[in-house]
């Protein structure tokens, strides 16, 4: 009787781990992902100026909010994976209708991960 009853202590304690760790893995998954990026030219980013200086980049549900210090920036992204980790990370710019240069994607230095931005997301939906 007495190894049936530790047995379902036992069982008991690994039921309440593997509960634990499910828990903190769901919430490790929902939560989102930061970056942090330097720019070095004045660019634009769903219509809003980026000065040249480092920033972080919080991604979730589609949504990029940059910041730099005060300033905070939201704009439409699309996550997706490259076929092999970029080496450096790296800030891809097309010429807006204005000649002005526009963040296209950002290649995440030792990942896989490129963050599409601006009208690459909107014809991809």
């Known amino acids: 009787m007495k ?19 499910a828990t903190i893995a ?13 720019v070095y030219q004045p660019a634009y980013v769903n219509g809003t100026e980026l000065k040249p200086g480092d920033y972080k980049i919080e991604v979730k549900d589609n ?11 939201e704009a439409p992204v699309k996550v997706e994976s490259a076929p ?9 710019y097309n010429t807006g209708g204005n000649g002005k240069p526009v963040v296209d994607e950002i290649y995440l230095g030792g990942t896989t991960t490129k963050l599409v931005f601006g009208s690459a997301v909107s014809l991809s939906r």
């Open 63 to 73: 949504k990029a909010v940059i910041t730099h210090g005060k300033e905070t920036i």
């Open 26 to 38: 769901m919430a490790a998954a929902s939560a989102a992902s930061t970056y942090r990026v330097t």
């Open 3 to 21: 190894d049936n009853k530790l047995s379902i202590r036992q069982f008991s304690m690994v039921k309440k781990t593997l509960f634990t760790f």
């Open 84 to 92: 092999a980790k970029f080496k450096a990370t790296s800030v891809r």
